[in-house]
Each structure stands twice: as C-alpha cells, then as structure tokens.
C-alpha cells in the first residue's frame, strides 16, 4: 500500500494550494481517507476527514471554512483545496486511511500513512 501526497509549496498569506494524495495497492474506494498536518515542534494534529463514498466530511475547527476535502475514486484520488491560507496553516501535510470516517473524528489508529508533503505560508 502506497499514499502519495503531492501539491504542497510555497504561498502567501490569503493564497490557495490544493494538495493530492494517491492510493495504489488498495481497493481506494473502501476506505475513509483524511489529512492530518504537522507543524514544527508542535504535535500531529487531524486536518479533516472524507467516507468512503465522498458523501460525508469533518473538518477541525481551525480549517472550517476556508479547507475543502474530496475525493475521486476513479482516480484512486483524495483531494484538499485549502484557501485563505495563514501562517498558522505551515505544516507538513500528511494524507492517511480509516476503515471510517468517524476514526478520523475519534482518534482511532490510522490503517496506513502517507508520506507528507510541506506547505509553507509566508506572510
């Protein structure tokens, strides 16, 4: 099983970057999948949450609003456009899999990770 995540970089404060994550060796379409995001020297904190079938979403409260999650599983793919970026929002991204949605939600052990990719907003 393999998640790629891609689409991060560099972008000014109010700016938007939409990220990408990629699933191979799975049966995508079985899963919730999610984001979480880690910036430096603070812990890993949940971004937001998609169901298998795109019909459900979460999202922190920091991210309310102004982050989007979808997903495409024609194209094994999980989306975020984030818009009016802040500083606050610099982190490593990481895409990652749930048998659920609500595991996102609970904090349950994630079934597989991603590797990050790192968004950094400059103001």
């Known amino acids: 099983v393999q998640l790629q995540a891609s689409g991060g970089g560099l972008v000014q404060t109010g700016g938007s970057l939409r990220l990408s994550c990629v699933a191979s060796?799975?049966?995508?379409?079985?899963?919730?999948m999610g984001w979480f995001r880690q910036a430096p020297g603070k812990e890993r904190e949940y971004v937001a949450a998609?169901?298998?079938?795109?019909?459900?979403?979460d999202y922190a409260d920091s991210v309310k609003g102004r982050f989007t999650i979808s997903r495409d599983n024609t194209k094994n793919t999980v989306y975020l456009q984030m818009n009016s970026l802040k500083s606050e929002d610099t982190a490593i991204y990481y895409c990652?899999?749930?048998?659920?949605?609500?595991?996102?939600?609970?904090?349950?052990?994630?079934?597989?990770w991603g590797k990050g990719t790192l968004v950094t907003v400059s103001s």
């Open positions: 998609i169901s298998w079938g795109g019909g459900s979403t």
């Open positions: 060796g799975v049966t995508f379409s079985n899963y919730a």
């Open positions: 990652a899999q749930a048998t659920t949605i609500g595991d996102f939600m609970r904090g349950y052990e994630m079934v597989n």
